[in-house]
């Protein structure tokens, strides 16, 4: 798959993600909703979260980074698009459960902070 047909396909993608989000966002009353509503909300947001972060990063890092390998950048894109789109969807998970605090937050940033250095190294390791 070549680079303009990978990002023709992820932006195709993305927008109908963004379009389900909105759909469920309309559908689902909050108030009134068991955990599949609330399941479909947070999925949606993450899989469209996860498109347009790794769009936004895979064209910041080509333009700014014009000798790293386009197959790196896509790689890297991807995985620091899911680490914080999982980590803004569990911020809004505490947050709508009241447990959002200034500990929470320290701790998570550490969490993920430590995962994507696990990552890094497990990376020049293989």
Do not use: D
Not at 106 to 112: K, P
């Amino acid at each position: 798959m070549t680079l303009k047909n990978y990002l023709f396909v992820m932006a195709a993608l993305t927008l109908i993600c963004w379009g389900i989000f909105i759909f469920v966002v309309k559908l689902v009353n909050p108030l009134a909703t068991n955990w599949l509503g609330f399941l479909l909300f947070y999925l949606t947001l993450f899989i469209s979260l996860i498109g347009t972060i790794t769009l936004v990063g895979f064209i910041i890092r080509f333009v700014a980074l014009k000798k790293e390998l386009v197959f790196n950048s896509v790689k890297v894109a991807f995985r620091q698009s899911f680490l914080l789109s999982l980590f803004i969807i569990i911020i809004l998970f505490l947050k709508a459960h009241s447990l959002f605090n200034w500990l929470n937050l320290s701790l998570l940033l550490v969490i993920f902070t430590i995962l994507e250095l696990f990552l890094i190294s497990y990376k020049k390791n293989r």
